[in-house]
């Protein structure tokens, strides 16, 4: 008992920062004894399958005078498109997971965290929008398709998607903290889905935005519809304009059946 409180005492006399590095890992390979299987870390993007020319790693990002792109600080540690790059997908294929991350998204951009490549957590440029709406940060991106009128073809949303609960969003240009719980939509033998997937739990700089909200399919274009999966890569946004991530990792939770792909 006498060790542990010892141990307790020297704990609380760190810097949260130190504290929280308990979680990663020291080895570089992604993967901490926690659980958690780091994407974006100190060391860089560890967990990422592919690394497009177009992005770049640095150690900070901030923006740039009388412009909507960001400037890089030289370092690593995080990832950023300074003002369009390519998205990039998760090495680890996920099931029922949580998800922690920071990002910096630039003046009136878009971007996006997408579970499983499918479901997409919108980041957006809202801050002060008095009802922000399923297309804005924190909100769960709502369905479209493209329909021709006098021979014009334009994106209609089909519905409203999930506004979030408040708006949580800070200024473009600072630093923001997002938290996910996920659930997979789960499969019989056969491939039919018996459950459709799940957003238990959406924080946004530390308030909650989404609440069980039930996801019948994968949001955004619905033609033609996109297969849905027991497990697949998370997919981060990085296509729409300038945003940059960091301390970006992912937690499995629990034995998650694999299953097979929906037919």
Not at 39 to 63: E, F, M, P, R, Y
Request: charged residues 20%.
């Amino acid at each position: 008992m006498l060790r542990f409180l010892i141990f307790a005492a020297l704990l609380l006399t760190y810097p949260p920062s130190v504290v929280a590095q308990e979680h990663r890992p020291s080895d570089g390979s992604g993967v901490a004894k926690s659980g958690w299987v780091d994407l974006i870390n100190v060391g860089g993007a560890v967990g990422i399958a592919k690394i497009h020319s177009n992005l770049t790693q640095c150690s900070d990002v901030l923006i740039a005078n009388g412009s909507k792109a960001l400037k890089a600080v030289d370092g690593t540690g995080v990832l950023a498109a300074l003002s369009r790059g390519k998205n990039i997908f998760s090495k680890q294929a996920f099931g029922d997971c949580e998800v922690q991350l920071e990002f910096l998204i630039g003046k009136g951009s878009n971007s996006g965290i997408k579970l499983q490549g499918l479901y997409e957590v919108q980041l957006y440029d809202s801050h002060g929008k008095e009802n922000p709406a399923g297309t804005d940060c924190g909100g769960i991106y709502p369905h479209w398709e493209f329909k021709t009128k006098l021979f014009v073809r334009k994106l209609t949303y089909t519905d409203k998607g999930f506004p979030p609960l408040v708006n949580a969003a800070k200024p473009a240009g600072q630093w923001q903290t997002l938290k996910i719980i996920f659930k997979a939509p789960r499969f019989d033998d056969t491939g039919k889905k018996t459950t459709n997937a799940r957003i238990d739990l959406v924080e946004l700089n530390g308030q909650v935005v989404q609440k069980d909200v039930e996801l019948e399919s994968a949001t955004g274009n619905i033609d033609p519809p996109r297969p849905e999966h027991a497990s697949a890569p998370l997919m981060l946004q990085m296509d729409h304009g300038a945003i940059a991530f960091r301390n970006v990792r992912v937690r499995p939770e629990g034995k998650i059946e694999e299953g097979t792909r929906a037919k």
